[in-house]
């Protein structure tokens, strides 16, 4: 089987969180709670910044994440470097990951808020879609994938992740608590959804790699819950 590259969510540390604990969750390291008080403001223009990489790379970046703005009340700017609040770099040993969207606020002003390891229109979307304040769709609490969890380990601790137990735990099986998230029924065609193979689950569920928005992504990102285009957001 062809390694897998999984991106991770990053947590803040317990000393720059302003809001509440973690929530801990049998049998696995804690999450961020209360994902739904991680959406930035309705209508807000994000500025983003480039902390390295060639232009090449930037420039997929600006291609491929205002695709999430054409389904959200939301915009990004690439052209205001002044206090950004989305800070990219583009090392390729750190693989792929993002802070959740407003811990992006927390993070000291001189560290990255979202490292692009891999530079495809996919990951692009996918770690946008972290910055928004989405979560990995395996951890939908709505899902409940039976997992295969001694090949997911064997995979993942391998290249190109070379994970631990504790960090496989944080991001493949740990779900979030209904309360803390606005969810849908789990979508296979997310983009927040990673390539999952059948050898790593018990159930027969796999899923493919996905490289854009499916139609769930781009209704679930305009909720009147989440980001919705024409209405006040929900309480």
Excluded at 62 to 68: E, K
Aim: aromatic share 10%; proline share 9%; hydrophobic share 35%.
């Amino acid at each position: 089987m062809a390694r897998l590259r999984v991106c991770f969510d990053r947590i803040l540390p317990r000393d720059l969180r302003t809001g509440p604990d973690p929530v801990t969750i049998a049998h696995a390291t804690p999450r961020a709670a209360f994902e739904r008080a991680k959406l930035w403001p309705l209508g807000a223009t994000l500025r983003v910044a480039f902390l390295d990489g060639a232009e090449a790379e930037r420039e997929i970046v600006r291609r491929f994440a205002p695709d999430w703005s054409r389904f959200a009340n939301l915009k990004f700017d690439f052209a205001t470097n002044h206090n950004p609040h989305i800070r990219i770099t583009f090392d390729p040993d750190d693989g792929s990951w993002s802070y959740i969207g407003r811990d992006c606020e927390a993070v000291p002003k001189s560290q990255p808020t979202m490292n692009l390891g891999w530079q495809e229109e996919g990951v692009v979307l996918h770690e946008f879609g972290h910055t928004l304040g989405m979560i990995h769709e395996h951890q939908n609490p709505t899902g409940g994938i039976k997992w295969n969890k001694e090949a997911v380990y064997r995979e993942l601790a391998g290249p190109p992740n070379n994970w631990d137990r504790a960090t496989i735990d944080n991001n493949m099986f740990a779900v979030y608590a209904r309360d803390q998230v606005n969810s849908t029924r789990v979508d296979p065609h997310s983009i927040m959804l990673y390539a999952i193979p059948q050898e790593w689950t018990l159930d027969g569920f796999s899923s493919s790699p996905n490289e854009v928005l499916s139609e769930t992504d781009k209704a679930f990102v305009g909720d009147p819950r989440n980001y919705p285009l024409n209405a006040p957001r929900m309480p």
